[in-house]
Structure formats: C-alpha cells, structure tokens
RNA sequence: CGGGGAGUGGCGCAGCCUGGUCAGCGCGCCUGCCUUGGGAGCAGGAGGUCGUCGGUUCAAAUCCGACCUCCCCGACCA
C-alpha cells in the first residue's frame, strides 16, 4: 500500500514484518497486554468482548446439539493424571505444579490442570452406572496452563482461557459420531461468526493427543501463509474410561466402559481473527465478534453540539434498540480524521459520519471498513440499513479469506516444486504421502512445512508417489509452515 | 531449551564503544487560545530510581557479573 494511502500510520505496515505488526496491533488496540510473568497477559476489554462473542456464539451451538455446562477443579492430584500413561507422558513437559498449600508441603503434589479429561473421567466414574445414563454431554468454559517455551499473545500463551467439552457414549460408534459432529460444529462456527474457512483433517499418530485413538483438527490459513490449528476434537476411544474404571450396565446386563470424545476451542481464536483479516490499517472485524459493530463520528464543526450532536444521540439510541453493538464517539480532544483512523485501526466494521451538511440532507455517510468507500445513506430506517452493510461486511470478509485460502492452497507432487512453493508463498501444500513418520520428518527438515492434517475430503490424487520417497502414496497430506 | 538482538517519561527512539552539564528528541499527555468532512496550529507546562540486584570507580544510563522480561531464528509443542 502507498504512503499516501496508509491512512492509519500508527502500525507497521503488515506486508513488511507480519510478526512486529501482528504484536503492534494487539497492543495499540488495546486487545492485550504483557503481564510481567513470562509467557503471560493480559486480555483487556476490548480482546475479552471478542472472547464474550465467541462464547456467547459458540455456547448457543453447543447447547442446540445437547451439551451442557459445568466446572471442575483447577487442580488435578498427580496419581489421577498418571493413570493414563500416553496422556502423562505427552503432558509432562508443560504441567504447572502446586506443591505446597499454606506453609505446608502438600503430601501428592496437584498439577494444574493442562487439560480436564483426568479430573473429569474420575468424575464420569461415579455418576455413570447404566446405560440410561449415557449419553452424557458436558462442556466447560475454563483456564488453563501449560508451560510453553515460546509464547505469544492469545496465539500460546502459558494460560489460556478454552471451551472443553467431555462426552460419554455407550457405543464406539457414537463416540466416533460426536467426534466429527463436534467437528462440525466448530467449522460452521469459525467460518459463519469468525469469518474464516477452515479445512478439516486427522493428525498423524504422533500427532495426535495424548491419550486419544485419534484426533481430528481444523487448519486455517493465516494472510502470512502459515498454518493455524483453530480447534481440535478427539475420539478417546475407552482408554480413559479403563483407568478410572467407567462403566456401565447395558441393556443385556452386561457391564461395558464407555466411549468417550473431548474436544475444544481457545483464545487462540482471537488471534486468528487478527491475522486472517487484518491489514496495514490494523484490524478488521467481523460484524459477529467485533466489540464495537458501529461507531458514530459527529463532524464538529460551528455549532455542531446544537445542530450535529443531537442527531447523533438518536441514531446511537436507534441502533442500540437494534440490537447494535454502537459507540458514539463524541470526544472534543480529537479530530474527525484523527477518530477515522483510530477507529480504522481498531477493526470498528462499520463508520457513521454525521455532520451539518447530513443533518441538512437527513443523510448519514457510511464507510465500510473493508472498502473504505463512502456511500451517503438515508437516516431513516437507519438501523435496517446498517443491519444490512454489516451483514455485507460479514459476507465480504468470509469471501477475501476464501479466495486467499483458494489462492494460496496448492496440489503438487513433485517435491522440487514444492519447496519452491513453501519457500516463495507458504500457504497450503496438498501433496501425497506414503504415511511414515520418516517422510514427514525429511520434508520438515528441508522445508520446515510439517503434516497438518491428512484432510476429509475427497482426495484429487488417490494414485499419487509419496512426496519424499517416491513409494506409493496412502493419503494426501496438508503440509504447511505453522504457528 | 540452544543461537542472536533488545530493555532509557505512556509509545517510538538517540546517548553507551571512548565513565564526568547526557537526562535528551519525536509523538502522546496537561493548560490556554484557535480549530475540526481523513491523524490541525501557536504558546506555555508536567512527567524518567536509564529492567532488577550486586560489583568496579572519587564518579556508572555508560564498564563487569547474575537474574527478570520482550523480540527474531531453531528445537519442542493437546
């Protein structure tokens, strides 16, 4: 973007250093900030308000198809989590540790809790005892800790806020069922709310969580070209509910432990939402999540608190009967330009300019925030036109992120393309695999794009030669660089 | 966790090599006037134990050590 045409000067420009921009625009925003322990921050109110839509969102979905809330204990005794060897092993390195309670040493040090399926599956123990129990369907929205070597902000953080669902299921069947239903959940959700498409897939093996027969992802792409994991969900199969013994008697009095799923969501969401849609002027919203939707900029000028204010107050009351997230920006310190940009900046959808020349008109002007164009509206039916431009902001969005999707996904199997491709413009790589761990790790090696997921849909290349040893393909694989 | 870089008013930085009127600049902030349709102007003003602790020295933002935090690259990462 030139100069002259980077209005918001506030920001790097993304194109230049995604990563200095990306950590600029969270701060400036005022979406987060560092707290003074490594790994750790602060999410303001104007990140949280994004989290509070997501929540109130996803919750909603959530709910529809069966779930309810509940909360469990932040820590977790040490022989609980030791109980599923696969999960202890693969958690060990990140596990926070209380050792000490007061001024006394504890006798079983407790963890905190990394992820709840050890707390929760000791639960599911006691209250599961028949079939006519199952199935049980129970979700907590909850913070978490692991301690991660490298953070950053809402992407890894050392705690995080996350939705956890835990599902109990008679049948391998089911279990496996709600494991992809859930998958579904979370794309229509990301794709509808965030404005993001996702592709779905499994994980390898050693990829896969610790403790679980298999797990299932969705990988978006960041406007940097690197990969995102946006949520996951997992088939435990019946390895948790063999070590805290959940059982229950079927319909032929036979005792069975249960199937069990887990799945979820965190703030990582939030941070998705600023790469994907973001751009040198700062943040772009999605109407659904964005915490403020409007933003009304009275033009001050003569006598503008007699003639243009007032005006303003009504349509902020108007919209907010709507239903409108509104924010009447009435501030004399500042400049209409100055409150241009920093609302451009701030990601705000949909600017309403007002001044003595609308008020003569009865018109108001609107910009969009991801055109920037303006366009003089009609100042009544106000609240239905705005309705609509953000409904159009919301589509918009999904589309350019679509199209960069579209654009920057690419299927080769000749390998010296491939990391031309990785190399000049990153993005998805659709290639095929053999399946060995080894290929994998050679790839990554060379060109630092890993497997993602090996994606559900259908395969355009079924009768494909491994990408790395030439042997006959098993699957096609995501490959991409990633966060 | 390994390699590299950085920490100086709210933000962005200069000063450090060569210790001593170096506590400095831009933006922001406060007061007043004047302005306001894309980050206005003028005048005056406030604000900093130079990341923390320790050491060297007559004297430390400056030299040395440890620690904390951030950034980049790599390893690791439901």
């Known amino acids: 973007m030139a100069e002259e045409e980077r209005l918001v000067k506030q920001v790097s420009p993304k194109s230049e250093d995604f990563s200095k921009w990306y950590l600029e625009i969270i701060r400036k925003t005022e979406m987060a900030d560092y707290a003074p322990m490594k790994g750790m921050m602060v999410i303001r109110p104007y990140g949280y308000a994004v989290w509070e839509s997501i929540q109130r969102l996803l919750d909603r979905r959530l709910k ?15 022989s609980f989590l030791q109980k599923e060897m696969a999960h202890v092993e693969g958690f060990a390195p990140e596990v926070a540790w209380v050792t000490q309670g007061g001024r006394e040493e504890l006798e079983e040090r407790l963890a905190v809790r990394p992820t709840s399926e050890a707390i929760i599956g000791s639960m599911f123990a006691k209250w599961i005892k028949s079939y006519r129990d199952l199935p049980v369907l129970i979700n907590q929205w ?13 992407l890894r953080t050392t705690e995080f806020l996350w939705q956890e669902g835990h599902t109990a299921h008679a049948t391998e069947e089911e279990a496996r069922k709600e494991t992809l239903d ?25 990829d896969k969580f610790a403790g679980a027969l298999q797990t299932y992802s969705l990988e978006a792409l960041m406007s940097d070209g690197k990969a995102l994991q946006m949520g996951t969900s997992h088939h435990l199969g019946q390895n948790f509910s063999n070590v805290f013994g959940i059982r229950f008697e079927d319909q032929n009095q036979a005792l069975q432990h249960v199937w069990q799923t887990s799945w979820g969501v965190s703030t990582r969401l939030i941070g998705a939402v600023v790469m994907v849609h973001g751009d040198d002027s700062g943040l772009r919203f999605p109407p659904a999540v964005a915490p ?5 900029i009275p033009i001050s000028m003569g006598d503008w608190k007699n003639t243009v204010l007032p005006v303003a107050r009504r349509i902020k009351e108007d919209l907010l009967g709507a239903g409108i997230r509104v924010t009447l920006d009435d501030r004399e310190e500042f400049t209409p330009g100055w409150k241009f940009s920093d609302w451009e900046m701030r990601g705000v959808p949909l600017r309403l300019e007002v001044g003595p020349r609308d008020v003569k008109e009865g018109k108001a002007v609107a910009v969009k925030r ?11 039916s106000l609240p239905e036109t705005v309705n609509r431009l953000l409904d159009e902001i919301q589509a918009g969005l999904l589309r350019q992120a679509r199209a ?50 090996l994606p559900l849909d259908e395969d355009p290349m079924p009768e494909g030669r491994c990408l790395a040893c030439g ?10 660089r990633a966060y």
């Open 182 to 206: 859930i998958l579904n959940i979370y794309r229509e959700f990301i794709e509808t709310e965030l404005a993001i498409p996702t592709v779905a897939g499994r994980k390898t093996d050693w």
């Open 64 to 78: 529809a198809a069966g779930h309810v809330n509940a909360y469990f204990p932040l820590f977790i005794p040490e």
């Open 471 to 480: 042997r006959k393909s098993v699957s096609r694989a995501v490959f991409a």
């Open 404 to 453: 960069f999707l579209a654009d920057n996904t690419r299927v080769t199997d000749d390998y010296e393309e491939f990391k031309r491709l990785v190399e000049s413009r990153r993005g998805f790589l659709l290639s095929p695999w053999c399946g060995a761990r080894e290929c994998e790790e050679k790839v990554k090696q060379e060109t630092a794009a890993g497997i993602r997921i």
């Open 370 to 380: 991801d055109e920037r164009r303006k366009a003089s509206i009609p100042m009544d």
């Open 142 to 154: 909850a913070n978490i800790v692991r301690w991660e070597k490298v953070t950053r902000p809402f």
């Open 292 to 296: 403020v939707q409007v933003v009304i």
